[in-house]
């Protein structure tokens, strides 16, 4: 199931919202800029990526997912 980034970025940003509960999200933040994103949330973030886009992610690339850029190169790799 190819994606293409507009669809990717649409769908990401509507998951950070809910997970980070804010209306506004910079698609090329990190966890440093988020004051919201913790350890807590970081997992919250991976269930429901794994939950949208039907993927299941490693725990090394849970790991490194600290920014959004990161995490959408993932979130393509992780895609049939």
Do not use: C, R, Y
Not at 18 to 36: A, H, P, Y
Not at 49 to 76: G, H, L, R, Y
Request: charged share 35%.
């Amino acid at each position: 199931m190819a994606i293409n980034t507009k669809e990717l970025d649409v769908k990401l940003e509507k998951i950070l919202k809910k997970v980070f509960k804010t209306e506004k999200i910079n698609l090329e933040g990190s966890i440093e800029d988020i004051s919201e994103w913790d350890s807590f949330t970081h997992i919250q973030l991976i269930n429901a990526i794994e939950k949208e886009f039907k993927i299941k992610v490693e725990f090394n690339d849970a790991m490194v997912m600290t920014s959004i850029p990161i995490i959408k190169k993932k979130i393509k790799k992780n895609l049939p």
